[in-house]
């Protein structure tokens, strides 16, 4: 078959790949064809009817709808003629016929499909002058997610994606002929993670979300592109404001990456912005309570306690930092010896990971060409949801899916192979010989296999990864890709020496041997699984410093407070995913108050403290960054801000990970995170705050029963803590495993290497997931 074909488009000949629908290839030319079902990640439906084009076949012309008819060599096209353009006005009088009039209050004004296409199309004016149909108007379907079925217009774009991408078939349409209409089933809200791409693909205003709703115009908003530090997938974002507040984040189509896609965390997690607990002036402890003072105070002081180059410090870093700031702090500390001074990242699962000579590293376009997809990590849809994305889009497209753990039973629906209980122990470790494995056998073996490997828990120890990772490196033509699973942790193990994770932390720093401790952007008492043992050495030290928005449970034990601005909207940078692709991170809204960027802080600091660092310019960071990279390869501002690389550039790093302890940590939980936590971004986020504050467990029915639980309520014990909890039904884990997610509140405090009693609460029915 020859590589392209040639078609007639009103009169021009255009090229065209074989078998591509007709609207795309029209696309593709610059001849805009309109339509409102039709979406280019979507399969094609042919339900709206707008995109209706002729053509001619042997029997004379022949009206079709272009999304689902494919061209054809020599085919004869005409999108212009007087028949297309009367049936466009039909289906345009037709959809009007009960779509209210109601623009001037609707959100998608502005920016709406329908509106534009009755304008460019329509007929003018119509003919119908009976009652239209009327809905309770809106209707929320979710916490976040509002629906209006007066406007709906049947296109199915929102129930296709649900059901053909993300794979939560929880919007359906009910009734028939001109009753129809979309909507959730009873009792069954549209609880999913990826609720919000269906507001944005909407072609008209029937679904809005609650944190946009009637807050701007399309014209009022200032807009730029930016890359979401949420987690490592790095999803290319439009943030939109209006009168400096950030109101709204969109996803970009970047083809290699997020394909438009986002979660809803990644897209509703904005609203602390705005909050009016925002840190804005910096603090000093005295006395146990928090007083103002100026930023220079601290530099004084501070400079006066480093002055000698024996002062210990120790860097405990967060992941939503710019590669900009890693770098920052780097240089600073290069003007202590070696052994005075040590990085650690806000990360329980932060492992030596495969980066090694011989392993080849994977993209996420890799799984569209992939044989087979092994997986053994944390669940893919709570910590990297768009890379879950892509994964079922992989297997949708011909892949075989095998995975490995208790982590990852969502994707128990879509595995052709799914070992856990009888493969995989209860400390995470394979147990079977590998190479019998039927589903190893008939798909990895000489295959092309793309691996998406981490530490499914806390506590799994390398060396379980490193025999599957061994195996499929040995019999297969592998890529893997290590599935780190907390924002910019790539930038930092790539700007910052020797990395260490929380647990190092814990055997490594006391306040014997720390004169001075950094916390930048981290609350690590608040989530991590060591929180105890972290609060306990943080407590001690005498001099802490902490870089972040809020007060909570890590800065409140700080000496001096710095008020930071955010990553998201309020500085520049770069970020680099899980691929290495290092993409623009641009700035909107100004930083409330006093607040600095992590790197204008180090920097003041460095010049306070007579420091000869090259640290006083952001350019001057992108640079140093990237120093050792060829001119053309380097993901430096000037080589980002070109459109052809906006989706970013991908470089071959050679991380800075030094952890040292690999000892036997046990837990007689499964213990993992949930995308919605405690964490404080989400507490003053209004719109999704509820949504991680709900205390649970899940365990099957057999766990259950044999825990005697039966109200829908239980209260867990340890040691003088209790937290009430709900408990979820969840036969996807095997049996005797119990998953508590250590980003909700309170479970973080206790010791998963000891008993927890779990009792029943009297109260209501069992949650199920099922």
Same mark, same amino acid.
């Given at each position: ?11 021009? =000949? ?21 339509? $409102?079902?039709?979406?280019? @990640? ?27 008819? #494919? ?6 096209v005409d999108t212009e003629s007087e028949v297309v353009k009367k049936a466009q006005e039909g289906v345009l009088e037709f959809l009007l016929i009960n779509h209210p009039?109601?623009? &001037? ?11 534009? =296409? ?49 794979? +939560? &078939? ?29 507001? =944005? ?6 679904? %809005?979300?609650?944190?946009? @709703? ?10 730029? *592109? ?37 979660? !809803? ?31 220079? #105070? ?55 990971? $495969? ?15 992939? #044989? ?24 949708? /497209? ?104 929380l647990r190092d932390f814990t055997k490594n720093v006391s306040a014997e041997n720390t004169d001075l401790l950094f916390v930048v952007g981290s609350d690590p008492i608040? @989530? ?13 030290? !005498?001099?802490?410093?902490?870089? +972040? ?14 008020? %930071? ?18 993409? @623009? ?25 007579? $420091? ?44 800075n990970i030094s952890t040292e302890l690999n000892e036997n940590l046990t837990s007689k939980y499964f213990v993992g995170k949930k995308l919605y936590g405690d964490n ?68 973080? *405090? ?19 997931? /099922?």
């Amino acid at each position: 078959m020859s590589e392209s074909i040639k078609i007639n488009v009103n009169g021009n =000949q255009i090229e065209s790949a074989p078998n591509k629908l007709l609207i795309e290839a029209c696309e593709d030319s610059g001849i805009h064809i309109p339509r $409102f079902c039709w979406h280019k @990640r979507l399969d094609p439906v042919g339900m709206c009817r707008m995109c209706l084009v002729e053509i001619e076949t042997p029997r004379g012309k022949m009206l079709v709808p272009s999304c689902t008819t #494919e061209v054809t060599d020599e085919m004869v096209v005409d999108t212009e003629s007087e028949v297309v353009k009367k049936a466009q006005e039909g289906v345009l009088e037709f959809l009007l016929i009960n779509h209210p009039l109601d623009c &001037p209050i609707c959100d998608k004004a502005g920016e709406c499909p329908l509106q534009d =296409q009755t304008m460019a199309y329509g007929p003018g004016e119509s003919r119908f002058v009976e009652e239209k149909r009327h809905f309770e108007k809106p209707i929320s379907i979710s916490e976040i997610i509002l629906l209006d079925r007066e406007r709906c217009i049947l296109c199915a774009r929102c129930t296709r994606f649900s059901d053909e991408i993300s794979g +939560d &078939p929880l919007i359906e349409f009910i009734q028939r002929g001109n009753k129809t209409e979309v909507n959730t089933f009873p009792n069954e809200p549209f609880k999913s993670y990826f609720s919000g791409n269906t507001v =944005q693909i909407c072609p008209v205003g029937a679904l %809005t979300s609650t944190s946009y @709703r009637f807050k701007a115009r399309p014209w009022d908003l200032k807009s730029v *592109r930016s890359t979401c530090n949420g987690c490592p997938v790095g999803c290319s974002t439009e943030l939109n404001s209006s009168q400096n507040k950030m109101l709204r984040i969109l996803g970009i189509d970047n083809d290699s990456v997020n394909q438009g896609w986002l979660c !809803d965390k990644g897209r509703y997690n904005f609203e602390y912005l705005n909050s009016e607990f925002r840190l804005k002036t910096p603090l000093k402890k005295l006395d146990n309570e928090f007083m103002e003072t100026s930023i220079k #105070e601290i530099y004084t002081e501070l400079s006066d306690l480093i002055s000698d180059s024996n002062t210990n410090i120790n860097f405990l870093i967060g992941t939503n930092s710019t590669n900009e700031d890693y770098v920052a702090f780097n240089e600073f500390a290069k003007n202590f010896p070696s052994t005075n001074q040590t990085f650690y990242l806000n990360d329980d699962y932060l492992y030596a990971g $495969f980066f090694e000579k011989g392993i080849n590293r994977a993209t996420i376009d890799d799984l569209n060409n992939s #044989e087979a997809i092994v997986i053994w990590s944390e669940d893919l849809k709570e910590n990297l949801p768009v890379l879950y994305l892509r994964v079922r889009q992989a297997v949708k /497209n011909g892949a075989k899916l095998i995975v490995f753990g208790h982590s990852n039973s969502t994707l128990k629906d879509i595995a052709d192979f799914y070992y856990s209980d009888d493969i995989v122990s209860e400390n995470f470790e394979i147990i079977k010989d590998i190479s019998k494995l039927k589903g190893i056998k008939e798909h990895v073996k000489d295959k092309n296999v793309t691996a998406i490997i981490g530490k499914s828990t806390p506590y799994q120890l390398d060396e379980n990864l490193d025999k599957l990772v061994s195996y499929l490196v040995e019999n297969s033509n592998s890529k893997i890709m290590n599935a780190f699973s907390s924002g910019n942790t790539f930038g930092a193990i790539n700007n910052l020496d020797n990395v260490k994770n929380l647990r190092d932390f814990t055997k490594n720093v006391s306040a014997e041997n720390t004169d001075l401790l950094f916390v930048v952007g981290s609350d690590p008492i608040g @989530r991590s699984v060591f929180s105890n043992e972290i609060h306990r050495i943080i407590q001690d030290i !005498d001099n802490v410093v902490c870089l +972040d928005l809020f007060l909570h449970e890590t800065s409140e034990l700080g000496n001096y407070i710095i008020p %930071t601005s955010s990553t998201l909207g309020e500085k520049e940078g770069t970020f680099t995913n899980i691929e290495f692709r290092t993409s @623009r991170i641009d700035k909107l809204v100004p930083s409330p108050g006093q607040s600095l960027s992590d790197w204008e802080f180090i920097s003041g600091l460095s010049n306070f403290c007579n $420091f000869n660092n090259n640290i006083d310019s952001l350019d001057g960071l992108n640079e140093l960054a990237y120093q050792d990279f060829d001119d053309q390869d380097s993901p430096s501002f000037k080589n980002l801000d070109k459109p052809s690389n906006f989706d970013g550039i991908i470089n071959d790093y050679q991380p800075n990970i030094s952890t040292e302890l690999n000892e036997n940590l046990t837990s007689k939980y499964f213990v993992g995170k949930k995308l919605y936590g405690d964490n404080i971004t989400i507490r003053y986020s209004d719109s999704i705050s509820l949504l991680g504050a709900k205390q649970f467990i899940e365990a099957s029915e057999s766990t259950i029963e044999k825990l005697n639980l039966s109200s829908g309520e239980c209260t867990l014990k340890q040691n003088g803590h209790n937290v009430s909890a709900n408990y979820v039904v969840n036969n996807k884990l095997a049996d005797g495993v119990i998953f508590i997610p250590q980003n909700r509140r309170n479970f973080n *405090r206790f010791d998963f290497s000891e008993t927890i009693e779990i009792s029943p609460n009297q109260s209501k029915e069992a949650l199920n997931v /099922n």
